[in-house]
Nanobody, 124 residues
Framework: QELLVESGGGSVQAGASLRLSCADSTLTFRNSGMGWFRQAPGKEREFVASITWSGSMAYYVDSVKGRFTISKDYDKNTIFLQMNSLKPEDTAVYYC?????????????????WGKGTLVTVAS
């Protein structure tokens, strides 16, 4: 049974937008930090964005600041990653995560659960 279900990936041209969603079938979203990581072909998995359980604070890797926005729908146990001005270097599998703390996620550790991932491909 999948506990974190991602959706919204796809293939787009550079400059386009995509919105990723991640729904949690448990209630742990409500008391955890949540975020997104990504893994590009031939590269290590890296942190992209995280958000506190209250939704009041968000953290981003420098390469996506100003282009990506993470948000949370508390009632629906869902987080989103709005990705604008996509670049070919954003091509990767994007993974939804739940962890103890959004700050820890932003530093690359503290992940309790991973989603299966959704592929984003950006063509030049």
């Amino acid at each position: 049974q999948e506990l974190l279900v991602e959706s919204g990936g796809g293939s787009v041209q550079a400059g386009a937008s995509l919105r990723l969603s991640c729904a949690d079938s448990t209630l742990t979203f409500r008391n955890s930090g949540m975020g997104w990581f990504r893994q590009a072909p031939g590269k290590e998995r890296e942190f992209v964005a995280s958000i506190t359980w209250s939704g009041s604070m968000a953290y981003y890797v420098d390469s996506v600041k100003g282009r990506f926005t993470i948000s949370k729908d508390y009632d629906k146990n869902t987080i989103f990653l709005q990705m604008n001005s996509l670049k070919p270097e954003d091509t990767a599998v994007y993974y939804c995560t739940v962890g103890q703390d959004a700050v820890a996620l932003s530093r690359g550790y503290g992940v309790d659960r991973w989603g299966k991932g959704t592929l984003v491909t950006v063509a030049s």
